[in-house]
């Protein structure tokens, strides 16, 4: 459907004046997303967690998978850390599913294992900002709260034409409260999920907007002003550090080597290939392994392809060794290393997806 350019309103607030069209646009347009089939406060939760810095199309499966080991809070609570991993394994930002599980935790000895409805109960939870908080409230429970995320900024920028940093969080709250005061009522969930898909199907981030579909193009002073590919207006992304990395997939039959990663820091608690600062050469690889491992006796070793992994302020840049060591039932690993069997990695040990780069059976 296209919506054509018509004489603008400037006697209504523009975030009010844009609300009949934008809810009137999603009874058509609106995505088929499974957490939105049974909208609870759990599902909302999760849903959104998992949707922080990922694509709607990459937790579809993640989605399911998750809810159906752990279809509520209190199995989320006591779920082991481990297996929580695992389960998120491939999302990134483990952080999010810890501080859900310290969250679950607190909902189950505070509330009764159900998540308050009010969004500024929402805020003190463990891991649940304004964002969260607002998505829950508003398409769960059917409260007058906006979450405002990326999405929401750009759209509201680009209909009132703002050249404010939508990175400056001062900004952010203003356009939060000035959304509080029109959010209508009890369709302040179809409202928020309204933007929510607009931004990411026409108003996008990345490219042309797809103006000529837009529901809101008649009041849009970005459009009219020919301003959508400088509006918004966000202060630049610092550089990443690079960090040179050497990394050893050491085989002892069918098993690799895994070494748990400390419990503080990047990839807190997850599994990993022992690696080490640096670009080593491959006597440098073995001396390594040597020293890491005192006693274990080295058959062969080949260079692998190099990789490069981005996280958000980080790039790894990995030079990576194969090393084939003599099998030795008796040989005493230090505390955190551990061989696994391909079962034994897919079922029990999250590794972060750094090292999907090198496909191992």
């Not at 969250?103 to 969004?119: F, H």
Request: hydrophobic content about 40%; charged content about 30%; some cysteine.
């Amino acid at each position: 459907m296209l919506y054509h350019v018509k004489e603008r309103n400037t006697d209504v607030n523009k975030y009010e004046e844009m609300i009949p069209y934008l809810l009137h646009w999603y009874r058509f347009h609106a995505r088929v997303l499974p957490w939105r089939e049974d909208p609870s406060a759990y599902h909302v939760w999760v849903s959104e967690i998992m949707l922080q810095q990922t694509r709607v199309e990459a937790v579809r499966s993640y989605y399911h998978r998750f809810l159906s080991e752990l279809p509520d809070i209190a199995a989320l609570a006591a779920c082991p850390e481990d297996r929580l991993l695992k389960l998120w394994e491939g999302l990134g930002y483990y952080s999010r599913v810890r501080n859900m599980k310290r969250c679950a935790q607190v909902v189950c000895e505070e509330y009764d294992g159900r998540l308050p409805e009010e969004a500024a109960l929402l805020r003190k939870l463990p891991g649940i900002g304004s964002y969260t908080a607002g998505a829950i409230a508003s398409i769960a429970f059917r409260k007058p709260e906006p979450a405002v995320d990326g999405n929401f900024l750009r759209v509201l920028s680009r209909i009132t034409g703002s050249r404010e940093d939508i990175s400056d969080a001062t900004v952010k709250r203003r356009m939060e409260d000035e959304l509080r005061a029109v959010m209508p009522g009890e369709e302040s969930g179809a409202l928020n999920q309204a933007i929510m898909d607009l931004g990411a199907m026409i108003c996008i981030p990345n490219g042309a907007p797809h103006c000529e579909e837009c529901p809101l193009v008649h009041m849009c002073e970005a459009f009219r002003e020919g301003l959508t590919g400088e509006i918004p207006k966000k202060a630049a992304k610092k550089a990443r550090r690079i960090e040179e990395r050497t990394v050893l997939i050491v085989r002892s039959g069918d098993r690799i080597l895994l070494r748990k990663r400390p419990e503080k820091g990047l990839l807190a608690g997850l599994w990993e290939y022992p690696n080490e600062d640096g670009t080593l050469h491959a006597t440098e690889a073995k001396e390594l392994l040597i020293r890491l491992i005192p006693g274990i006796c080295i058959e062969g070793t080949r260079k692998l392809k190099a990789a490069k992994h981005i996280f958000t302020h980080i790039e790894w840049h990995m030079t990576a060794y194969e090393i084939s060591v003599k099998e030795n039932p008796e040989l005493t690993l230090p505390a955190g290393y551990h061989f696994a069997g391909s079962v034994e990695r897919a079922e029990g040990y999250s590794l972060p997806s750094a090292y999907d780069k090198w496909k191992l059976s």
